[in-house]
C-alpha cells in the first residue's frame, strides 16, 4: 500500500511541474546599437546600446521590455502586434524616418518570418476606429 501510495505522489507530482512549466514565459531578446537618437512609442532614446525583450507566455499578447544594455534604465513596457516579412532573415531592428526623428518601427528575430511592431498612439487610434463596428441602439422590454 505504502508503494502504491509512493508511485500516486510521484505522478501527482510530476503532473503539477508540467503544467507549471507549460505556463512558464518564454524570453526573447535583440541587442540592438544606435548613433543617433530614435524614437519608440512614447520616448526618444539617446544613441547607445539597447535591449529589446520580449516576454511570451501562453495566454495574452506579448509584453516588449525596452531597456539600457547594461540593465541601469527600463524604457517602459510596450504593446505590440505581429507582423511578418516574406522570407526568414536575420535578426532586424525596422525604423523609418518620421517628422525628421527616426522611429523604430518593430524587430524581427533571425530565422523566422514572424516580427513584433510597436503600436505607436496614432496607430493605435486608427486601428480601434477601424475595428470599431456600429451597433443598434439598445431596445427596453
Known sequence: MKRILSILFAAMF???I???AAQAQTSQAINFTTKQ???IPGRVLQPGHYVVRVESGTDGPAIVE?????HTNA???FQV????RTEPGPTKVVTKEVDGIS???GFYFGG???GMKFLYPEQHNLEVASSATTSSPAHGD
Open 14 to 16: 510530476t503532473v503539477v
Open 18 to 20: 508540467l503544467g507549471v
Open 37 to 39: 537618437p530614435v524614437e
Open 66 to 70: 525596452v531597456y539600457k544594455a547594461n
Open 75 to 77: 524604457y517602459g513596457l
Open 81 to 84: 502586434r505581429m507582423t511578418d
Open 103 to 105: 522611429r523604430i518601427e
Open 112 to 114: 523566422d518570418t514572424m
